[in-house]
């Protein structure tokens, strides 16, 4: 059985950095895409950022602030978060789907239950 687990969430002041991390468990995720998402209060989920065998993906809102990384040797990614804005704070959730990162979160059947990230002003 698949299972993610994410970590690194945080209160942080704007201009700060966070780490986030995604363990994941239950099969060799070696050929499979991990994406982070991310849903802020009374708004949508949406793609951040994802990685597979190729170029990393992220979105526009994010891109030049964030870097996604995995280890899969220890079936774990990351997100390093810097330069955060208060437009920002959101539960960030791990997702997977096997074979290339996809901005369509339909695609991604597997979740992990989120972390909290809070940027203040």
């Known amino acids: 059985q698949v299972q993610l687990v994410e970590s690194g969430g945080g209160l942080v002041q704007a201009g700060g950095s966070l780490r986030l991390a995604c363990a994941a468990s239950?099969?060799?995720?070696?050929?499979?895409?991990m994406a982070w998402l991310r849903q802020a209060p009374g708004k949508e989920r949406e793609f951040v950022a994802g990685?597979?065998?190729?170029?990393?993906l992220y979105a526009d809102s994010v891109k030049g602030r964030v870097t996604i990384s995995r280890d899969n040797a220890k079936n774990t990614m990351y997100l390093q978060m810097n330069s955060l804005k208060p437009e920002d704070t959101a539960v960030y959730y791990c997702?997977?789907?096997?074979?290339?990162?996809?901005?369509?979160?339909?695609?991604?059947?597997?979740w992990g239950q989120g972390t909290q990230v809070t940027v203040s002003s």
């Open positions: 990685i597979s065998l190729v170029q990393p």
């Open positions: 997702a997977v789907r096997f074979g290339r990162v996809t901005t369509l979160l339909y695609e991604y059947p597997y």
């Open positions: 239950g099969r060799s995720f070696s050929d499979y895409a």
